[in-house]
T-cell receptor, first 116, second 121 residues
Framework: AQKITQTQPGMFVQEKEAVTLDCTYDTSDQSYGLFWYKQPSSGEMIFLIYQGSYDEQNATEGRYSLNFQKARKSANLVISASQLGDSAMYFCAMRGGFSGNTPLVFGKGTRLSVIA | DAGVIQSPRHEVTEMGQEVTLRCKPISGHNSLFWYRQTMMRGLELLIYFNNNVPIDDSGMPEDRFSAKMPNASFSTLKIQPSEPRDSAVYFC???????????????????FGDGTRLSIL
């Protein structure tokens, strides 16, 4: 079984600053994938970034990067140069196994508020 | 390309009524997931299908809930009879099961519909 823990219910960041959203995970699987999703106030779930357990490099996608520390079982999301449009809920999720057709297990989420 | 399409976007109905939520996955995707989001429990899996076959329905709360996937392009989630505690946002998501290997398979993200906001009065 997998478990995701997001310990920050809410965070504030100044516009143009960087922010780190924490995520720790627990799994007995040797191979697994870690995902971050964004949920704006309109409600849709938007895929942001992926990190595989075998990936040696930290994933990056534009202003998003994933600080993956396998030994510590953490997969923190870093958003650089925050924008007002980044205000949203952010969910860390994972799945284990060997294919893409297993369910995601989600954390409780972190609400990020970007201040002008 | 069209994303995952869910209908209706909003549903308000009275306790005891039957509710049917619909989902059209992305064309070519072969896995479909139903999730429910509430403030108390967060996002939780209800049921998922691979190649139209239900694989795990252990998340379905009780016999009042049922789900079907009669073909690759359509799925329904039905609640009968509905209760106020069923009020939540219901998401459908789909993904493609890659045959290319371990890393490619795990990396496939799930694509979510916009959700159905269900309110049972």
């Amino acid at each position: 079984a997998q478990k995701i823990t997001q310990t920050q219910p809410g965070m504030f960041v100044q516009e143009k600053e960087a922010v780190t959203l924490d995520c720790t995970y627990d799994t007995s699987d040797q191979s697994y994938g870690l995902f971050w999703y964004k949920q704006p106030s309109s409600g849709e779930m938007i895929f942001l970034i992926y990190q595989g357990s075998y990936d040696e490099q930290n994933a990056t996608e534009g202003r998003y990067s994933l600080n993956f520390q396998k030994a510590r079982k953490s997969a923190n999301l870093v958003i650089s140069a925050s924008q007002l449009g980044d205000s949203a809920m952010y969910f860390c999720a994972m799945r284990g196994g060997f294919s893409g057709n297993t369910p995601l297990v989600f954390g409780k989420g972190t609400r990020l508020s970007v201040i002008a | 390309d069209a994303g995952v399409i869910q209908s209706p976007r909003h549903e308000v109905t009275e306790m005891g009524q039957e509710v049917t939520l619909r989902c059209k996955p992305i064309s070519g995707h072969n896995s479909l997931f139903w999730y429910r989001q509430t403030m108390m429990r967060g996002l939780e899996l209800l049921i998922y299908f691979n190649n139209n076959v239900p694989i795990d329905d252990s998340g379905m709360p009780e016999d009042r809930f049922s789900a079907k996937m009669p073909n690759a392009s359509f799925s329904t989630l039905k609640i009968q009879p509905s209760e106020p505690r069923d009020s939540a946002v219901y998401f459908c998501a789909s993904t493609f099961r890659s045959q290319e290997g371990l890393r490619q398979g795990l990396s496939q993200p799930q694509h979510f519909g916009d959700g159905t906001r269900l309110s049972i009065l």
